[in-house]
């Protein structure tokens, strides 16, 4: 499938309506910011909503797959930084267990 208007392609085949939506809405903001040089609050926008997309499909991936939970853990974990880790460890030693 193509964005009307843009030569991205848009690999949604699978997701609902709402969410090819929203990704072809994302691809079509981002050529326009490349194409007008758009402000950075529009940018700003687009990237949290990409960043908002992708965190919803590991959600849903570690949802479908519980098994694959702890290994994600610690394959994350091993790509932050010290500061980062720390603030992971502060988090999950407040959590309400």
Do not use: F
């Not at 964005?3 to 997701?15: F, Q």
């Not at 919803?56 to 930084?81: F, G, K, W």
Request: glycine letters at 4%; proline letters at 4%; a negative charge.
């Amino acid at each position: 499938m193509w964005v009307r208007g843009s030569s991205t392609p848009c690999y949604t085949a699978g997701l609902p309506t709402c969410g090819r939506m929203k990704i072809a809405m994302v691809q079509w903001l981002t050529e326009q910011i490349r194409e007008d040089s758009m402000d950075n609050a529009v940018s700003d926008n687009i990237r949290c909503l990409q960043r908002e997309h992708v965190l919803q499909q590991v959600r849903s991936l570690i949802q479908d797959n519980p098994e694959v939970a702890m290994d994600s853990i610690v394959h994350i974990t091993q790509h932050m930084t010290p500061s980062q880790r720390s603030e992971v460890t502060r988090i999950l030693a407040n959590m309400d267990m």
